[in-house]
């Protein structure tokens, strides 16, 4: 709403944008307007949504339960989120996903790669924002994205810009 200051939750690696998505869910958990969310609605919510099976969503729910019936304010539910963002994801996670990328095996993610990705999940991504997304990742400017500059990639908490 208007009286939002996304301002006072401000943490190292949050921008703006991340507190402000942050927030909509928070509203959405807040159906009685409140600006406080039941730690047990929120758990069968997202256990009703069949999110368990992602680790980080399985150590939030720990902590909801830790957190037992104390309601959360916005500042709780930020901390709860971020807390978990902040467990970096392994570097075999990263090498997964990097995986999916690098269907052709080359040990590089070439803007081709990138392109086949963007079509598979129906996306029409201009040849110029591939190349940029490709050059943001590329630390030793060889046109592709190694799996070092990868993991350095998703291991960043922000992108620069």
């Given at each position: 709403?208007?009286?939002?200051?996304?301002?006072?939750?401000?943490?190292?690696?949050?921008?703006?944008?991340?507190?402000?998505?942050?927030?909509?869910?928070?509203?959405?958990?807040?159906?009685?307007?409140?600006?406080?969310?039941?730690?047990?609605?929120?758990?069968?919510?997202?256990?009703?949504?069949?999110?368990?099976?992602?680790?980080?969503?399985?150590?939030?729910?720990?902590?909801?339960?830790?957190?037992?019936?104390?309601?959360?304010?916005?500042?709780?539910?930020?901390?709860?989120?971020?807390?978990?963002?902040?467990?970096?994801?392994?570097?075999?996670?990263?090498?997964?996903?990097?995986?999916?990328?690098?269907?052709?095996?080359?040990?590089?993610?070439?803007?081709?790669?990138?392109?086949?990705?963007?079509?598979?999940?129906?996306?029409?991504?201009?040849?110029?924002?591939?190349?940029?997304?490709?050059?943001?990742?590329?630390?030793?400017?060889?046109?592709?994205?190694?799996?070092?500059?990868?993991?350095?990639?998703?291991t960043k908490r922000s992108f620069p810009y």
């Amino acid at each position: 709403g208007a009286g939002f200051n996304w301002r006072r939750y401000e943490r190292p690696g949050l921008v703006q944008d991340d507190i402000e998505e942050i927030k909509e869910a928070f509203d959405l958990f807040d159906v009685d307007g409140t600006q406080r969310v039941n730690p047990r609605d929120l758990r069968s919510t997202i256990l009703s949504l069949g999110l368990r099976r992602n680790h980080v969503v399985q150590a939030m729910l720990i902590d909801l339960e830790r957190q037992g019936a104390r309601p959360l304010d916005f500042a709780g539910f930020v901390d709860l989120v971020t807390a978990k963002m902040g467990e970096r994801d392994t570097r075999d996670d990263v090498a997964k996903v990097f995986r999916l990328f690098d269907d052709d095996r080359t040990g590089t993610i070439s803007a081709r790669n990138l392109q086949r990705v963007a079509r598979e999940l129906g996306e029409l991504v201009p040849p110029e924002d591939i190349e940029e997304m490709i050059a943001r990742a590329d630390t030793d400017a060889d046109g592709e994205v190694s799996l070092d500059d990868f993991y350095a990639l998703m291991t960043k908490r922000s992108f620069p810009y």
